[in-house]
């Protein structure tokens, strides 16, 4: 059969339901296999938008997602996905199309070094160079995508090897000489850990995304309860312990809860779990948690010690790990009354400093107050992509996750543009949850043109547009380091969103009213079909509380 029919079958062995790409010359021999195979696929109108759908798809599903380009622009228009699901460690495999062999090296049409383009930012990635490889290619970059720290894979296939004939058999075995992960974790090292924590006054246990990734969030919440230890996590690990647990300290980071911030500063030991101390949770590196000893537990083995010292580093799968340190932990039976000072001290703080805004005495709609709303009007049963900016932020703080992969948004990275085609990714792996996305007026209009294929492959995502008119984020940070001298972050209020919603073909609604919102939010979660929602925010709100950038988390604001 031709390569292409082979890479079909390659799909549908690896439980491939859908995928998501854009057409061109150099991947026409894909498409054409695409006409037979019996494979769903979401005909998007970006190549970005595809790449960040196959993102949405993979959290919210935890399967491998798969995204097609073709090549040069194709492919350099899947950069920004490629390296967003690299830094928060998402199991995505892009193919993209590559000319003719003949005209590699030579500028033909369309030509770009995918391979040498995306190196930095992949996990790993195949050049075709002979059509025989491409079945065992696949399977491998699904392997590599989904085992270890998940991540991005990119195999790119010249046209004219596509094309060949080949004799095709199944590949039932993958083994890679050259790449096993660690997943077990040493023993003794867990033992250690677990003598730490009995020993700890003043513990934390830290999550990060990787907890989601390795779907460790039962095992964590069995490690939190087996005594009275506080949980915060980071903006990637929200759903990993429930939010309404009275363990919860809330986020912590740049714009976390004074709660966890501080507990993180005061701790004596901090177990952090799937979580890579980013410079938005630490703040000033050196001033960060003086007081700590440190148990990392990762499964990758290049982030331990790579910016805090591990007292105590476990190299290995948070599923495996943990319950084995709950079990080394309850054989010691510490004394639990030991933490009760410390969640004395965390109780006040707490109750010291609130989440808390002030209300606006009119009908102005406050941007907390639209999170707080759509919470209630889902029960807070929904899966929620966001886009990245002050938002993102306000979702985090105000929208409680109980579960993991209910929460899909753009950590490492920041990419703005994310959130629409990620919640149309995560619709498309799961039909039956409601989904809905937070976007800005900035970051909405950076892939927009995904209401389209939203419309045409009636995908019911709700969209509810955060509508202040500013870029945000990037205004607040002006009005408070550099002396409120505005400079191009005014949107306006262009376009007419309700008006672009039927243009595209979905529902637009407009609310400006607080009084009215929650019924509104409720009138758009009922409505069928796509809808884009304009919300009219408060112009000027700032996001607090916040660490300044390069401070320490004593040092918070607002």
């Given at each position: 059969?031709?390569?292409?029919?082979?890479l079909?079958?390659?799909?549908?062995?690896?439980?491939?339901?859908?995928?998501?790409?854009?057409?061109?010359?150099?991947?026409?021999?894909t498409?054409?296999?695409?006409?037979?195979?019996?494979i769903?696929?979401?005909?998007?109108?970006?190549?970005?938008?595809?790449?960040?759908?196959?993102?949405?798809?993979?959290?919210?599903?935890?399967k491998?997602?798969?995204?097609?380009?073709?090549?040069?622009?194709?492919?350099?228009?899947?950069?920004?996905?490629?390296?967003?699901a690299?830094?928060?460690?998402?199991?995505?495999?892009?193919?993209?199309?590559?000319?003719?062999?003949?005209?590699?090296?030579?500028?033909?049409?369309?030509?770009?070094?995918?391979?040498?383009?995306?190196?930095?930012?992949?996990?790993h990635?195949?050049?075709?160079?002979?059509?025989?490889?491409?079945?065992?290619?696949?399977?491998?970059?699904?392997?590599?995508?989904?085992?270890?720290?998940?991540?991005?894979?990119?195999?790119?296939?010249?046209?004219?090897?596509?094309?060949?004939d080949?004799?095709?058999?199944?590949?039932t075995?993958?083994?890679?000489?050259?790449?096993?992960?660690?997943?077990?974790?040493?023993?003794?090292?867990?033992?250690?850990?677990?003598?730490?924590?009995?020993?700890?006054?003043?513990?934390?246990?830290?999550?990060?995304?990787?907890?989601?990734?390795?779907?460790?969030?039962?095992?964590?919440?069995?490690?939190?309860?087996?005594?009275?230890?506080?949980?915060?996590?980071?903006?990637?690990?929200?759903?990993?312990?429930?939010?309404?647990?009275?363990?919860?300290?809330?986020m912590?980071?740049m714009h976390?809860?004074?709660?966890?911030?501080?507990?993180?500063?005061?701790?004596?030991?901090?177990?952090?779990?799937?979580?890579?101390?980013?410079?938005?949770?630490?703040?000033?590196?050196?001033?960060?948690?003086?007081?700590?000893?440190?148990?990392?537990?990762d499964?990758?083995?290049?982030?331990?010690?790579?910016?805090?010292?591990?007292?105590?580093p476990?190299?290995?799968?948070?599923k495996?790990?943990?319950?084995?340190?709950?079990?080394?932990?309850?054989?010691?039976?510490?004394?639990?009354?030991?933490?009760?000072?410390?969640?004395?001290?965390?109780?006040?703080?707490?109750?010291?400093?609130?989440?808390?805004?002030?209300?606006?005495?009119?009908?102005?709609?406050?941007?907390?107050?639209?999170?707080?709303?759509?919470?209630?009007?889902?029960?807070?049963d929904?899966?929620?992509?966001?886009?990245?900016?002050?938002?993102?932020?306000?979702?985090?703080?105000?929208?409680?996750?109980?579960?993991?992969?209910?929460?899909?948004?753009?950590?490492?990275?920041?990419?703005?543009?994310?959130?629409?085609?990620?919640?149309?990714?995560?619709?498309?792996?799961?039909?039956?949850?409601?989904?809905?996305?937070?976007?800005?007026?900035?970051?909405?209009?950076?892939?927009?043109?995904?209401?389209?294929?939203?419309?045409?492959?009636r995908?019911?995502?709700?969209?509810?547009?955060?509508?202040?008119?500013?870029?945000?984020?990037?205004?607040?940070w002006?009005?408070?380091f550099?002396?409120?001298?505005?400079?191009h972050?005014?949107?306006g209020?262009?376009?007419?969103?309700?008006?672009?919603?039927?243009?595209?073909?979905?529902?637009?609604?407009?609310?400006?009213?607080?009084?009215?919102l929650?019924?509104?939010?409720?009138?758009?979660?009922?409505?069928?079909?796509?809808?884009?929602v304009?919300?009219?925010?408060?112009?000027?709100e700032n996001?607090?509380?916040?660490i300044?950038?390069g401070q320490?988390a004593?040092?918070?604001?607002?």
């Open positions: 059969m031709r390569a292409v029919d082979a079909m079958e390659c799909l549908k062995a690896e439980g491939v339901d859908v995928v998501f790409g854009l057409p061109g010359g150099a991947n026409l021999p498409y054409d296999a695409f006409y037979d195979a019996g769903r696929h979401i005909l998007v109108r970006h190549e970005a938008g595809g790449g960040h759908a196959a993102e949405g798809y993979a959290k919210a599903t935890g491998v997602g798969v995204a097609l380009g073709t090549s040069g622009p194709g492919a350099t228009n899947l950069v920004t996905p490629i390296c967003d690299m830094m928060d460690s998402v199991p995505v495999v892009f193919l993209t199309g590559q000319v003719r062999t003949e005209l590699l090296g030579t500028d033909g049409f369309q030509e770009a070094d995918t391979i040498g383009i995306t190196m930095p930012i992949v996990k990635s195949f050049l075709i160079q002979h059509p025989l490889e491409i079945p065992r290619s696949i399977h491998e970059a699904f392997h590599i995508a989904r085992t270890g720290r998940p991540g991005p894979v990119v195999v790119d296939i010249p046209q004219d090897l596509s094309r060949a080949i004799p095709y058999e199944p590949v075995d993958v083994h890679l000489p050259g790449y096993q992960p660690t997943t077990e974790g040493n023993q003794k090292q867990i033992r250690l850990a677990a003598k730490a924590l009995a020993n700890s006054r003043r513990p934390v246990l830290y999550a990060g995304g990787g907890v989601i990734a390795g779907n460790a969030a039962p095992e964590l919440t069995e490690l939190a309860t087996v005594d009275r230890f506080p949980v915060t996590s980071t903006v990637m690990g929200l759903g990993a312990f429930p939010a309404p647990h009275e363990q919860w300290l809330g912590l980071g976390g809860t004074r709660a966890a911030n501080y507990a993180m500063d005061e701790a004596d030991l901090i177990v952090a779990i799937g979580a890579r101390f980013d410079d938005r949770v630490t703040g000033k590196l050196s001033e960060f948690a003086p007081r700590a000893k440190f148990i990392h537990i499964v990758d083995p290049a982030e331990i010690s790579k910016n805090v010292p591990a007292h105590i476990i190299v290995g799968d948070a495996n790990i943990v319950p084995r340190l709950t079990a080394e932990y309850r054989a010691l039976a510490p004394d639990p009354a030991r933490l009760e000072e410390w969640w004395s001290r965390i109780r006040t703080w707490q109750e010291r400093h609130p989440l808390r805004y002030e209300d606006s005495k009119d009908h102005e709609i406050k941007p907390q107050y639209m999170i707080q709303a759509l919470f209630e009007a889902t029960g807070g929904a899966i929620v992509a966001s886009d990245v900016g002050q938002h993102q932020m306000w979702a985090a703080q105000y929208f409680h996750f109980s579960k993991p992969r209910r929460w899909i948004n753009s950590g490492g990275l920041g990419t703005m543009g994310f959130g629409l085609p990620a919640a149309m990714g995560a619709k498309i792996g799961c039909p039956d949850q409601t989904v809905v996305c937070i976007a800005g007026d900035g970051s909405v209009q950076m892939n927009m043109q995904e209401l389209a294929t939203c419309a045409h492959e995908v019911a995502i709700k969209v509810f547009i955060m509508n202040n008119g500013y870029l945000g984020m990037v205004r607040q002006q009005e408070l550099w002396d409120r001298r505005y400079s972050v005014e949107m209020q262009w376009p007419d969103y309700v008006k672009l919603a039927e243009a595209y073909g979905a529902t637009g609604m407009r609310l400006e009213d607080k009084a009215t929650l019924e509104g939010i409720r009138e758009a979660l009922q409505t069928d079909g796509p809808v884009l304009d919300v009219r925010v408060t112009r000027e996001t607090y509380p916040m300044p950038a320490a004593r040092n918070m604001v607002g």
